[in-house]
């Protein structure tokens, strides 16, 4: 944290999701000198909780929004290439059934659209018979089924995306600092120019002193405990429920017309689990306590149990549950899956630069924009940087867990049978992709906790095990991480 305070930045980020990950990586990369604070870890926030697609957004094209469709492909084509080792491409089947909100017709000249406004840089789209659909994917509801098609886009693990972006901004030379809060805004008149942060462990009180501050705190910024210089924004709730695959059977990923409300939703695969998800209704909850409601989830299993009947799942079959808030640029609409995906980037009159909305998909371009307000605040030429060529690091995560297993064996134990994590994998993300606490390493650089029910309370004495000695943690310091692991799993995994 002392990093922090002896010079001036040329720009403060605050917030640590992707949105705030990719302006200080797009700053560092023209060669700004950045400081980022974020109060918890990266992807803490909404960018841990998303569908971990990395999408055109099939969805928009019903709603007009040629320009985000057109701009969210442009972004997967770029992060297939920057990050191919975090985002994979992912085929989705879209079964077709009489009666259907959306039918063959529609959906063929959607999926010939979506795959024209990818300029050829796609998987061709293809249309099935009942018959090759339910080849395809044996599972689903049979009756009523008059076709299907397979699309193409891409999933991704949206906390290690983030990640490994925060990792490059800082390969660029910003200053990163996780578990550190923004309390207030520093300023001189009417300009603003810094901040006061305190540590989350130390309680260590420091002032951050830049020439522009971008405030990158997502649905924080309504937060009755947000910093000022917020823009308006209104949050929309959506859930996700993990059960296991085999009760499911879907292979690839299947897109859904929820019997419910006619909403489109997903069951996607992930290992042993099938997610599905997700909700969208307007919310009011503060984003530290947002979790799922029975009724969220009574909704998705409805949905999914309609689309793959002899699943007959019900709330026995749930792993987890978990809810994040979409920061979506305010509206009046009564309908939240209406409201635009676009974001909004505005300066208040202390100079402080808000950015609301967006997707995860966009974020690499959307980062850009941010910048060059910041550059033009600054006075600045604006000079773009290749953050669309630059590979995200991380690539060599499998190989540099592989070589600590080698020197300890020990670390190439699993931490639970049935997932592929290991020892070595904690120790990887303490010295490399700056883990702190024992919910950095268990929800987010792993994802123990959705894909257990405990949601990794179990395990968490063993890593704390392995990680406590070379993070300096005595037996009482060790008891306490515990215990907040345990509160913080609580939160975020709740069904009430
Ligand atoms: C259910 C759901 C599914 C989604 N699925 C997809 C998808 O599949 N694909 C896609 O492209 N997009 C998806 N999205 C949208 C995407 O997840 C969001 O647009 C994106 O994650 C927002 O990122 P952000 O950085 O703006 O906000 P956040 O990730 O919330 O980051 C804000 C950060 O600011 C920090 N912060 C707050 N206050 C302070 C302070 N005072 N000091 C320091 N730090 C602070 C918070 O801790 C937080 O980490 C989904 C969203 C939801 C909710």
């Known amino acids: 944290m002392s990093d922090l305070f002896d010079r001036r930045f040329d720009v403060l980020v605050i917030g640590g999701g992707i949105t705030g990950c990719g302006v200080a990586r797009d700053a560092a990369m023209r060669g700004l000198s950045v400081a980022l604070v974020e109060r918890d870890d990266f992807a803490s926030g909404t960018s841990?909780?998303?569908?971990?697609?990395?999408?055109?957004?099939?969805?928009?094209?019903?709603?007009?929004?040629?320009?985000l469709v057109h701009e969210s492909i442009r972004e997967r084509q770029t992060l297939l290439r920057i990050a191919p080792h975090i985002v994979k491409p992912l085929a989705f089947t879209w079964p077709i059934y009489r009666g259907a909100r959306i039918g063959r017709l529609k959906l063929g000249?959607?999926?010939v659209l979506y795959q024209l406004l990818a300029l050829g840089r796609s998987h061709r789209p293809s249309f099935l018979t009942a018959r090759k659909t339910l080849d395809r994917e044996p599972s689903l509801?049979?009756?009523d089924l008059n076709g299907g098609a397979v699309y193409y886009d891409a999933a991704t693990d949206d906390s290690r995306l983030t990640v490994a972006t925060a990792m490059s901004a800082v390969e660029n030379g910003a200053v990163a600092v996780t578990h550190t809060r923004v309390t207030r805004i520093l300023r001189d008149g009417d300009r603003a120019i810094g901040a006061e942060v305190k540590s989350q462990h130390s309680n260590e009180i420091g002032e951050v002193r830049a020439r522009v501050i971008v405030n990158a705190t997502g649905v924080w910024q309504n937060a009755a405990s947000s910093i000022d210089g917020g823009s308006r924004l209104r949050g929309s709730k959506g859930v996700h429920i993990a059960v296991p695959n085999q009760r499911v059977g879907n292979r690839d990923a299947i897109t859904m017309i929820s019997s419910v409300d006619g909403r489109v939703m997903f069951c996607l695969p992930a290992g042993p689990h099938t997610i599905i998800g997700t909700t969208d209704t307007w919310t009011d909850e503060s984003p530290e306590n947002v979790h799922a409601s029975t009724?969220?989830?009574?909704?998705?299993?409805r949905s999914a149990?309609?689309?793959?009947?002899?699943?007959?799942?019900t709330f026995d079959d749930v792993i987890s549950a978990w809810a994040g808030i979409r920061p979506l640029v305010a509206t009046q609409s009564n309908n939240p899956s209406a409201a635009s995906r676009e974001h909004s980037i505005v300066a208040d009159k202390s100079g402080v630069i808000s950015v609301t909305g967006g997707k995860l998909t966009t974020y690499r371009s959307m980062a850009a924009e941010v910048v060059d307000r910041v550059?033009?605040?600054l006075g600045q030429r604006i000079r773009s940087a290749a953050t669309d060529r630059v590979v995200l690091p991380g690539a060599d995560r499998d190989q540099e867990v592989a070589r600590l297993t080698q020197q300890d064996p020990?670390?190439?134990?699993?931490?639970?049978e049935g997932l592929p994590y290991t020892g070595g994998l904690l120790v990887y993300s303490l010295r490399r992709e700056m883990a702190q606490t024992l919910s950095d390493l268990l929800i987010r650089r792993t994802h123990i906790a959705f894909q257990t029910?405990?949601?990794?309370?179990?395990?968490?004495?063993h890593a704390a095990d392995i990680v406590g000695p070379i993070l300096g943690w005595d037996e009482t310091t060790k008891r306490a991480r515990i215990n907040e692991f345990n509160a913080d799993v609580e939160h975020v995994f709740a069904i009430t």
Do not use: W
Not at 48 to 67: D, F, M, P, T
Not at 305 to 313: D, G, I
Not at 410 to 416: D, I, R
């Open 109 to 111: 000249a959607g999926l």
């Open 410 to 416: 020990q670390l190439g134990e699993k931490l639970v």
């Open 48 to 67: 841990g909780r998303s569908s971990r697609l990395v999408h055109g957004g099939i969805r928009y094209l019903e709603q007009g929004r040629l320009h």
């Open 453 to 461: 029910r405990d949601h990794a309370r179990m395990v968490a004495p």
């Open 375 to 377: 550059q033009e605040s």
């Open 295 to 301: 009724t969220d989830v009574d909704y998705l299993l």
């Open 141 to 143: 509801q049979s009756a």
């Open 305 to 313: 149990n309609s689309y793959f009947p002899r699943a007959k799942l």
